[in-house]
């Protein structure tokens, strides 16, 4: 079955239609003839040549085809929609570099989703062996070269590797000369780059050291993917993967002094790093904490989790922060990534970090051709699995040898940026102009250490499924060895895959998930028994369940407390904005009294709708609109609601690893159509916009936002983590009803008073004159403010109907605890809230709950009666929820006050 019939061709149209079916096999065999460019073919298994006769398929790829059951293309694109759409299910994401996630007044983009492509690359027993044996072999030579280097220098001091190469790479660290780390392991965790060159082999073109990335998204891939073929997977007898970090955790904990009762962190850069879903996933399926730099401290040689409970000892962290940026005060100190005091700790013993600072110099291409020597002396053996061809520009006879055949190969950094050293994009030099190329030479005359040249290859190239037909696409490998904690290493039976997303010449040089790069599942055939282990195969007994409770870091706390404050500080705003929008139209056209103007500036300002330059509603009304209007936009600098908005999606993103799919798209969808819909409105030509169309843009977010809150009202664990985020929201609806009630309470209206405070049948007594000057709240539009802000009109008119009174609307406000607006629930809602977070400390919850306003307690006579009682309550009541967020801050996120100096060994 070398080519394909007449029948078959028949069977492949250009573009597909309902009734033509052509089996996986006729469209593979299709996409083998398409390729004949000299490159291996993962489907036919040989390389493809012009001229020459196409193979048929591998045998492992007909067995796929065939166990998997699709009937055509029609199946195949159906399993890759589904692939997709659980890719989006899970969140599953990567940020390239220039879509880091948003910050209040940052306009960039959101991350995007992982590309998953459908099929999975292959690999037989026989061959895995071999890429077992030579992983685990590179991955003893680089340990042994880690405590040579930081040692005895052996390796340096007889010539073996070029000391201008390694003590100049800005990620040797010098402070780690001498350390040596618990179980003289200095490398947990490698990942080296292969793909199948022209010869069949798989070689070697890079390697990770320091902090590599991408088990989470192995795990990712294999969920998926294996769920779209699993009769294939079944048949195919694939080796799983959960016996092998299984064990890479055990390894880890065993090196630690600490034993099984040791903490295992995942130490994370954060939300704008460009793998932090697959770090979320991966500390989420190993059971691990994901902690970030801020969420640890050092005292006295140790690293502590500062937790919502005290300081929790930390024995292991799997680090992705990079060398430079562990330590602000031994290595870059404007890091805010890092832990100050941790490389103490590590020379100490008294934690395990996985890598070991300073490997990051390993990782250097330079370094390539010193490898086969250096195993020779280290290990007494020659490598078995082989790397691309390399020459380090900075040996002299080198370059001036290569000098002329310069547009054979690729140009590649030799280090990593510094401060000393420059790094740069690698230029497949065949590419360039003959100009072009004479600039390259003359740049590498002028700093050959920096440059270090590659030799070209044909990289493997995998079956890709695209647009009802198999494509081949360059692909590589990343295969990961993991240390077992007694010396020895283990290969996880799988990988990660990165397949080009289209033919580039570009990809045959290097292949980046930042490039926009695919990724594919990685399938390894066993010829012995598949490992039937789970992480879940041990059940839980009731001893167990008694005593599993979710560690809330102070980070995640107090990301969720902010994420309570931002969500009720944007519905506040939102509410506000529309309010103030209509009030200022109606003062301008004359249907609402001058004195209204004032109070809008005033809580226009406070509340940041407009900046400190925007002209004051009483001079100039329509500048202050437009003032206003432009505000509405994150990019104005100004903290109206789409900067609220941006501030809270930003909290979201630090919180991916505890909420839900659900709630993170409603978030971020909320921001995205309030800024679209916004600048769709605000950038129509004319002179001025169309002011009903930015309510309903803004009623629109009222309702996303209303949205949002039930979804963290009802379908969140309510634990210390709800906790903080309820008292965040109360907090800030709290200080913000008490000053808005009190500015327009304070503000009058110059004229003969209208109102007075009616007598009630409760003992109040009677009513009473305000007096020549009545508060702009008791005005009929004052009125209207209030209860549109406090969002209680419809419950205001059920009850006493159109009553314009001091006692029934402070009644409503302020006393009465059944509406969920007053200030009387919101105090209540927050002691409440507040005693259960601090329940382990009652005494100094109770001394901190004195000190909280009782709304319900304020005489209703002597708030409603002329004078400052209530203006001064309601300032009070204002500074009393600054001061509890303080005292919060204080204790539960940086741990300077209190109980939390607890320390938990």
């Not at 026989?126 to 680089?142: K, N, T």
């Not at 195919?236 to 034993?259: C, E, H, K, N, W």
């Not at 980046?512 to 839980?540: F, K, N, Y």
């Not at 980070?555 to 944007?570: I, K, P, S, V």
Request: proline share 7%.
């Amino acid at each position: 079955m070398s080519e394909l019939t007449p029948s078959q061709w028949s069977l492949l149209p250009d573009e597909p239609e309902e009734a033509l079916a052509p089996d996986p096999l006729a469209l593979a065999l299709s996409a083998a003839l398409r390729s004949r460019d000299g490159h291996f073919y993962e489907l036919t298994g040989q390389v493809n040549r012009p001229g020459e006769p196409q193979a048929g398929l591998t045998e492992r790829w007909r067995r796929f085809f065939a166990a998997g059951g699709a009937a055509g293309w029609q199946e195949l694109s159906a399993k890759a929609l589904r692939v997709q759409r659980r890719v989006l299910e899970d969140g599953a994401s990567y940020n390239v570099h220039s879509d880091a996630p948003p910050l209040p007044g940052d306009g960039a983009p959101l991350a995007r989703h992982w590309p998953l492509e459908l099929l999975p690359m292959l690999i037989e027993p026989e061959e895995w062996r071999g890429i077992e044996a030579g992983v685990a072999q590179r991955a003893r030579l680089l340990n042994a070269v880690m405590a040579d280097t930081y040692g005895e220098r052996r390796l340096l001091n007889e010539g073996l590797l070029p000391a201008s190469l390694v003590l100049a790479h800005p990620q040797y660290l010098r402070a780690m000369h001498g350390s040596k780390p618990v179980g003289g392991v200095h490398l947990h965790v490698l990942a080296f780059d292969l793909t199948r060159c022209a010869d069949g082999l798989w070689w070697v073109v890079g390697q990770r050291t320091q902090a590599a990335s991408g088990l989470g998204y192995v795990l990712e891939n294999r969920l998926i993917i294996a769920q779209q073929f699993p009769e294939a997977f079944r048949q195919m007898a694939v080796q799983r993967l959960a016996a092998s970090y299984r064990d890479f955790i055990r390894a880890l904990t065993q090196l630690s002094p600490a034993g099984e009762r040791s903490r295992v962190a995942l130490l994370t850069p954060g939300p704008r790093n460009e793998t932090y879903f697959e770090q979320a996933f991966l500390a989420r399926y190993l059971g691990i904490t994901l902690v970030e730099g801020a969420d640890l401290t050092v005292r006295a040689d140790k690293v502590y989790l500062k937790t919502l409970a005290g300081l929790e000892r930390v024995h292991v962290l799997l680090r992705r922060v990079d060398d430079t940026w562990l330590d602000p005060l031994e290595l870059r100190p404007d890091s805010i990534l890092g832990v100050p005091g941790l490389l103490q700790a590590v020379r100490a013993g008294e934690v395990i970090l996985a890598n070991a600072p300073g490997s990051g110099w390993l990782e250097s291409s330079g370094l390539t051709a010193f490898w086969p020597g250096v195993a020779e002396a280290l290990l007494g053996e020659e490598l078995t699995l082989p790397a691309i061809q390399s020459w380090w520009c900075g040996e002299e006879s080198a370059w001036r040898a290569l000098r002329p055949r310069l547009a054979e190969f690729v140009v590649v950094p030799t280090f990593s940026a510094s401060s000393t050293t420059r790094s740069f994009a690698p230029v497949v030099a065949a590419e360039l102009g003959d100009e072009a190329l004479r600039d390259l030479a003359e740049r590498i005359d002028a700093d050959p250490t920096a440059y270090t040249l590659q030799a070209r290859v044909k990289p493997t190239k995998q079956p890709v499924w695209t647009r009802g037909s198999l494509e081949p696409r360059v692909a590589v490998l990343r295969v990961f060895a993991m240390t077992d904690g007694k010396g020895g290493w283990t290969v996880l039976p799988g990988g990660l895959a990165r397949v080009a997303p289209r033919r580039d010449p570009l990809a045959d040089a290097w292949l980046s998930i930042q490039r926009g790069s695919l990724s594919a599942d990685t399938w390894v055939m066993t010829d012995g028994e598949v490992d039937p282990t789970t992480l879940l195969s041990q059940p839980l007994q009731a001893a167990d369940l008694a005593q599993v409770h979710w560690t809330v870091t102070s980070r995640a706390a107090e990301n969720l407390f902010w994420l309570g404050r931002y969500t009720e500080r944007a519905e506040n705003s939102a509410r506000l904005a529309r309010y103030v929008i209509e009030a200022s139209v109606m003062v301008q056209r004359g249907a609402m009294p001058q004195p209204m103007l004032p109070l809008l500036d005033t809580l226009a300002r406070r509340h940041g709708l407009v900046g400190p330059k925007a002209p004051k509603a009483e001079d100039d009304p329509r500048g202050f609109e437009r003032a206003l209007l432009a505000a509405l936009l994150p990019t104005s600098g100004v903290t109206s609601v789409g900067w609220n908005l941006r501030a809270l999606q930003a909290c979201a993103q630090a919180l991916r690893e505890r909420l839900s799919p659900e709630a993170w798209r409603l978030i971020h969808e909320t921001t995205a159509q309030f800024e679209q819909h916004l600048r769709a409105v605000l950038d129509r030509p004319g002179p001025v916009p169309a002011l009903a169309d930015v309510l309903n843009v803004l009623a629109r977010a009222d309702t996303h936002l209303a949205a949002i809150t039930g979804a963290q009202t009802d379908r969140m664990t309510r634990d210390d983590g709800w906790r903080l985020l309820s008292i965040g929201r109360q907090l800030e609806r709290l200080s913000f009803h008490a000053e808005v009630l009190a500015e327009a309470f304070e503000q009058g209206n110059a004229g003969p008073s209208q109102v007075s405070v009616a007598p009630l049948g409760d003992g109040l007594g009677e009513g009473r004159p305000w007096g020549a000057t009545q508060p702009l709240a008791l005005t009929e539009d004052g009125f209207g403010l209030l209860l549109g802000v406090f969002d209680s009109t419809i419950t205001y008119r059920a009850q006493f109907q159109a009553r314009r009174e001091a006692p029934p609307l402070l009644h409503l406000l302020v006393h009465d605890t059944d509406n969920p607006r007053s200030l009387a629930w919101v105090a209540r809602t927050l002691r409440d809230r507040f005693a259960k977070l601090a329940r382990h400390d009652p005494g100094w919850a109770a001394d901190v709950a004195a000190e909280l306003p009782v709304p319900e307690a304020w005489p209703l006579a002597e708030l409603a009666a002329p004078g400052p009682f209530l203006v001064e309550h309601l300032r009070r009541a204002v500074a009393q929820a600054t001061e509890l967020s303080s005292l919060i801050s204080q204790r539960y996120f940086a741990h300077v006050i209190g109980a939390e100096q607890r320390v938990w060994q």
